[in-house]
T-cell receptor, first 111, second 113 residues
Framework: DAKTTQPTSMDCAEGRAANLPCNHS???????VYWYRQIHSQGPQYIIH???NNETNEMASLIITEDRKSSTLILPHATLRDTAVYYC????????????FGKGTRLHILP | GAGVSQSPSNKVTEKGKDVELRCDPI?????LYWYRQSLGQGLEFLIY????????KSGLPSDRFSAERTGGSVSTLTIQRTQQEDSAVYLC???????????FGPGTRLTVL
């Protein structure tokens, strides 16, 4: 079973920041939070990951709460090409690496 | 460099036939995963290979499904006696080591008539 919960869908206006929430209340101390996205008819694409500190790369920022029970993926200036399903994943541990994808959030960028 | 490749990109078969799907991971990646995605659904884990360890087959839906990974590189997913419910996109992913991200292939769309 997926260890995360995400809203089924969200809308965001083009050019605005898209903030995608994820709850992972049962996360363990050695588990990382990963985000992937899947654009229609393509394989999933890695976006970003983090343990407890906030992270930023060329694609997005990841904000993890202090208790690590939730996180937010931020796409700072959403474009139409960011329309996709976004998956928040908690890695289940160092040895058991069967990464489980939930249903994700379908993000619609509106022109 | 080259990403994960899968072949064929599309496969149409008749119910009851066997099919083989191929995955070429990124060179040097020790971990390889197979997932499937039915229309409008999330990714369903099937099987995971890590180096020379025994594969984690816990996601295979029935004994008609099997996979092997030869020489720690190329992997083949075999579905015997295909059923219509096997129709899905089959995705392969590879990863360099435990703390790095997965890279996904484009998938094979399987249609069982």
């Amino acid at each position: 079973d997926a260890k995360t919960t995400q809203p089924t869908s969200m809308d965001c206006a083009e050019g605005r920041a898209a903030n995608l929430p994820c709850n992972h209340s049962t996360i363990s101390g050695n588990e990382y939070v990963y985000w992937y996205r899947q654009i229609h008819s393509q394989g999933p694409q890695y976006i970003i990951h983090g343990l407890k500190n906030n992270e930023t790369n060329e694609m997005a920022s990841l904000i993890i709460t202090e208790d690590r029970k939730s996180s937010t993926l931020i796409l700072p200036h959403a474009t139409l090409r960011d329309t996709a399903v976004y998956y928040c994943i908690v890695r289940v541990g160092y040895r058991d690496d069967k990464i489980i994808f939930g249903k994700g959030t379908r993000l619609h960028i509106l022109p | 460099g080259a990403g994960v490749s899968q072949s064929p990109s599309n496969k149409v078969t008749e119910k009851g036939k066997d099919v083989e799907l191929r995955c070429d991971p990124i060179s040097g990646h020790t971990a390889l995963y197979w997932y499937r995605q039915s229309l409008g659904q999330g990714l369903e884990f099937l099987i995971y290979f890590q180096g020379n360890s025994a594969p984690d087959k816990s996601g295979l839906p029935s004994d008609r499904f099997s996979a092997e990974r030869t020489g720690g590189s190329v992997s083949t997913l075999t579905i015997q006696r295909t059923q219509q419910e096997d129709s899905a996109v089959y995705l392969c992913a590879s990863r360099r080591d435990h703390y790095n991200e997965q890279f996904f292939g484009p998938g094979t769309r399987l249609t069982v008539l």
